[in-house]
């Protein structure tokens, strides 16, 4: 079994080449033209050490939420949170939606990229936790009226669980500055 | 000279009190930097237009008159995140950023694993609990935790841990006895009880015994437990071997009330064995016929 390690080799992750995950000093880096680059270090990680696919497939379906979600708030389409968003987090961003539809109102992220740290994977393999610093231009709209617009750095807690093909999206939980 | 500095205080004492009511009006929004998620609070703002409130899960959009406060009921903040709070008026849109932080703890989320354990197994039992508030939000100021162990017959054991991030986690052996373990993790006056099925572990001293028949061998097991004493559950399959002229033949057979049985047709010389699981039991040879 191989560990995810500070001497990773570049790894295709699909033969289609939508993502290439590329491992840096311990990193796992998913740079795609599509998905949000995500930056996944699990040094440290405890109780249980996390394998090396296990961290490819992490980082992939984190940065697959992500670019769903920000689809999802930006059309207003609650459907497009299905296929890697689950639990509370599929709950709430369902809600915001919901809101949206009824005031008028669309949200347009702009991911520029997140810096996530694999903090917590349980003995059993059964949930993951992640610290996560994101780049992120927001922009909400009402109609055609921009309301608010900002560069913001933001930080979040998320819990990610395994399904039978991916890891899904769990609990997404933007937290203070000086949480992590 | 005198008269003169008086008339300018005067002036300018007029001109500042015309112009407060135009700065008064200017639009203006402040929130306290924290809220506590679900208790009301006010925006302090100033102007006239539409507020919004954006929040991880929940949109707010109202006119308001905000030369007084504006109220922020309960409800509208239950989720902890980020919000933006913004007024739009015809000047154009203010906003001001507060972060909604999680309630008092009060629920737990626990995760056992697995549902059946064999006895006597290092670190073989291990939970995970969740601690978050009365919305769901994860309290990420640490917590205690305890997770207390019962199985019937056996005194409670109880471990506390200090949730981090809020999670509290604990791993353990399974203990020598089977049965149900109850494990139940709890905060404060919050429990939330799960249960494994712990089940003998390898068979231990495995044997058989043989009586021959007009035509063939039969073959019983004597009652099969684990070395800690525990009786393998019914249905457990043991397996007969007979090694003969002819080849190897098995016989897959559950166990009934402790004990597993087995016939065989014995033609000529033949070896039988016995094994269960990972567990050798005793071999029978037999030199011909019964």
Same mark, same amino acid.
Request: glycine letters at 8%; proline letters at 6%.
């Given at each position: ?22 491992? =840096?000093?311990?990193?796992?880096? $998913? ?6 680059? $995500? ?7 405890? #109780?249980?050490?996390?394998?090396? =696919?296990?961290?490819? $497939? ?33 709950? =709430? ?29 349980? #003995? ?41 093909? =991916? ?7 933007? $937290? ?5 | ?37 679900? &208790? ?10 539409? !507020? ?45 950023? !507060? &972060? ?43 917590? +205690? ?31 020598? +006895? &089977? ?17 494994? &099925? ?49 080849? +190897? ?13 087995? +016939? ?27």
């Amino acid at each position: 079994m191989k560990l995810l390690s500070k001497t990773l080799t570049a790894v295709m992750l699909s033969a289609t080449g939508v993502a290439i995950l590329v491992a =840096r000093c311990g990193d796992l880096s $998913v740079l795609a033209a599509s998905l949000p680059k $995500v930056v996944l270090s699990a040094e440290g990680l405890a #109780p249980r050490t996390i394998e090396q =696919r296990t961290g490819e $497939v992490v980082t992939h379906d984190y940065a697959q939420a992500w670019q769903d979600l920000a689809g999802a708030l930006d059309a207003n389409r609650a459907d497009l949170l299905g296929d890697y968003i689950t639990g509370e987090a599929k709950t =709430r961003l369902t809600q915001r939606i919901s809101d949206q539809k009824k005031t008028g109102l669309r949200t347009l992220l702009v991911d520029n990229g997140h810096q996530v740290k694999a903090v917590f994977y349980s #003995p059993d393999g059964g949930e993951m936790q992640l610290e996560d610093r994101v780049q992120l231009g927001i922009k909400i709209t009402d109609g055609e009226k921009t309301i608010y617009s900002a560069d913001v750095t933001q930080k979040y807690l998320v819990l990610m669980t395994p399904g039978a093909d =991916r890891w899904y999206l769990r609990s997404l939980e933007s $937290v203070p500055d000086k949480a992590f | 000279m005198k008269s003169m500095g008086r008339t300018i205080f005067h002036l300018s004492a007029v001109f500042l009190a015309s112009a407060l009511p135009v700065f008064a009006q200017a639009p203006a929004l402040q929130a306290p930097a924290t809220v506590t998620a679900g &208790q009301s609070f006010a925006i302090r703002g100033s102007g006239r237009g539409t !507020f919004y409130l954006v929040g991880p899960s929940h949109v707010l959009k109202q006119n308001v008159d905000a030369r007084q406060e504006i109220a922020i009921a309960g409800p509208d903040v239950s989720t902890s995140g980020s919000y933006q709070a913004i007024l739009c008026s015809s000047d154009g849109c203010i906003n001001t950023t !507060f &972060q909604v932080l999680p309630a008092a703890p009060n629920r737990l989320s626990f995760l056992l694993h697995p549902s059946r354990v064999p006895v006597n197994t290092p670190n073989a039992v291990n939970g995970t609990a969740i601690v978050s508030d009365r919305f769901h939000n994860t309290v990420i100021a640490p917590a +205690k935790v305890d997770f207390r162990l019962s199985l019937a017959g056996e005194d409670i054991s109880s471990r506390s841990v200090q949730s981090v991030r809020g999670i509290g986690w604990f791993e353990i052996g399974s203990r020598p +006895k &089977q049965g149900a373990l109850q494990v139940t993790a709890a905060l404060n006056d919050t429990t939330e009880p799960r249960v494994i &099925q712990q089940v003998a572990s390898e068979a231990c001293g495995l044997r058989m015994s043989a009586t021959p028949g007009p035509h063939a061998v039969t073959l019983q097991t004597e009652p099969i437990r684990d070395c800690a004493g525990n009786p393998l559950p019914d249905g457990t399959i043991v397996s007969f071997t007979k090694t003969d002229a002819a080849g +190897k033949s098995t016989v897959d057979t559950p166990i009934k009330k402790d004990k597993a049985t087995a +016939k065989f047709e014995v033609s000529g010389p033949a070896h039988i064995s016995v094994a269960c699981g990972e567990a050798l039991g005793n071999e029978i040879s037999f030199a011909g016929r019964p």
